[in-house]
């Protein structure tokens, strides 16, 4: 049945598919110890995927999402276009500076303002918000398809066809080396002593990978729009995203042959992969939750998804001071406290992946009680 114009059509699953995405980041983020983790709880390699690669994509795709239904709800009450790309740009601008204000956190020694990482997670996302609600505020769907076709395929023929300065004569030859790919050098050129500390050569959140992860927001910009067709049933709506994602889960998997799947470089094929992914996801939970009302499991999820920058920003936050800065005297010597937690609460009767992914699970729900309070009190943070 379709919503009649005039009213407001809520889709609880968009909170639950956002909730989902931010408890799975506490998760995989947070581990007891990083030596002794489950494969599906890792990071791939380098090429390929695990289920911890689609998070930082499906938040991106449902910033895509929710910026284009913001967008509409502001210029339905009467906001001229300026005052919306001012809005754009205002928000972008400040998930920028939280990114990097938790990377300096906590502000000393001075060396972390010194050495600060520019690119990151909360940065990207800025970014990627930015770009995305400017190019698409008054695009038709061809213009933000042909966008998409720009972004990928020009990605894809500059990491692969071009030659690689000081590397190799074409950048397909390099792809499986990650400080000799093109993005690494664009990454060392641009943020030299500014990048990723685990890598110093490259950076996962760099400046030319931060231009396909644009292409994952255009994406979920479409899919919002689809979404927004209320003169259509929402099982139609939900029929449509399902077939659509699957058709790109299969084209993103066919692209692999010659552009593998990858996170670092937040290659083409990732793109149109993990977007087909989430728009299967969505639909599905869409379909469980709004369609068929079974609503019991989401209240949970619903908390963590209403206030992801408190969850993300407070979490890492918690994470530098456990897991680095605060320290205890243990068996005679002096670790993090959260080693202490770890080795006396978990790994003292636990087997080592076990007792790691039960300090993760932990450390979610102790999140998830924090995000409780803040959503009985309404207190929602909005940037």
């Given amino acids: 049945m379709a919503t009649p114009k005039g009213t407001t059509e809520r889709l609880v699953s968009l909170d639950v598919f956002r909730g989902l995405t931010v408890a799975g980041m506490l998760l995989v983020n947070n581990p007891g110890t990083w030596g002794a983790i489950y494969p599906p709880l890792e990071h791939a390699t380098w090429n390929g995927w695990t289920p911890t690669d689609v998070i ?3 938040f ?3 910033v895509g999402i929710t910026t284009h239904l913001s967008l509409s709800a502001r210029r339905a009450r009467g906001d001229s276009d300026a005052v919306l790309r001012r809005q754009v740009l205002r928000r972008g601008a400040l998930i920028v500076l939280i990114g990097w204000g938790l990377s300096a956190f906590p502000y000393y020694p001075l060396t972390r303002l010194t050495e600060l990482r520019i690119p990151g997670v909360l940065p990207r996302i800025g970014v990627v ?26 990605y894809w023929f500059a990491m692969t066809l071009l030659p690689v300065p000081g590397g190799c004569d074409v950048g397909a030859l390099c792809l499986n080396d990650a400080p000799r790919t093109l993005a690494a050098w664009f990454d060392r050129a641009l943020l030299d002593g500014h990048l990723w500390k685990s890598s110093k050569t490259w950076d996962p959140e760099g400046p030319l990978s931060t231009i396909p992860a644009i292409g994952t927001a255009l994406m979920g910009v479409l899919c919002g729009r689809w979404i927004a067709l209320k003169e259509r049933p929402l099982t139609e709506r939900l029929n449509g995203m399902f077939a659509v994602g699957a058709l790109l889960m299969m084209a993103g998997l066919m692209w692999h042959w010659s552009f593998p799947i990858n996170k670092s470089l937040w290659t083409s094929s ?11 996801s969505i639909a599905t939970i869409s379909w469980i939750v709004d369609v068929q009302g079974v609503t019991w499991w989401t209240r949970p999820l619903v908390i963590y998804g209403v206030n992801p920058i408190v969850a993300f920003v407070g979490s890492g936050a918690m994470a530098r001071i456990i897991y680095s800065l605060w320290k205890v005297q243990y068996d005679g010597k002096e670790i993090s406290v959260q080693a202490a937690v770890y080795k006396s609460v978990f790994s003292s009767w636990l087997e080592p992946q076990n007792a790691s992914l039960a300090f993760a699970i932990c450390f979610v729900l102790f999140w998830y009680a924090v995000l409780a309070v803040l959503y ?7 940037v």
């Fill in 56 to 58: 930082f994509p499906f």
């Fill in 270 to 280: 990732y793109v149109i992969f993990t977007a087909g992914m989430a728009a299967v």
């Fill in 129 to 154: 918000y930015i770009i995305a609600g400017q190019l698409t505020l008054n695009a038709s769907v061809k213009q933000v398809v042909g966008m998409l076709v720009v972004l990928l395929y020009g």
């Fill in 60 to 62: 991106l795709f449902i």
């Fill in 376 to 382: 009985r009190r309404n207190w929602i943070l909005k």
